[in-house]
């Protein structure tokens, strides 16, 4: 597969996972957008890959964040989502 400026969007990219994914898309040549509240990341984890992708500081729950995100994917954003973060998310839930 040809990633070469493909659309890639990340939850919780900012994480210790999140951020070793959003590095493989970044050397694969993928336009990578992260979104991140930072509630318990270290932003210093994207601090390489700054200039190489699109952070967005915000929380999957806050509607302003999820419209922000919207504006740059379209229509395609429910469809092909990178969720790295999913298993501690569900974690949580069930805590």
């Not at 040549?29 to 992260?34: G, I, K, L, Q, R």
């Not at 990341?41 to 390489?48: D, G, Q, T, V």
């Not at 504006?71 to 395609?76: H, N, S, V, Y």
């Amino acid at each position: 597969m040809n990633w070469n400026n493909l659309k890639a969007f990340v939850t919780g990219g900012a994480g210790f996972n999140g951020s070793s994914l959003v590095d493989a898309l970044v050397k694969l040549s993928a336009d990578a957008t992260v979104l991140d509240n930072l509630s318990d990341r270290l932003r210093e984890n994207l601090a390489n890959l700054l200039g190489d992708m699109t952070f967005i500081g915000g929380d999957v729950r806050n509607p302003d964040a999820i419209r922000k995100t919207r504006r740059l994917f379209g229509k395609w954003m429910d469809r092909w989502i990178f969720d790295s973060n999913k298993e501690s998310m569900l974690q949580r839930e069930m805590t």
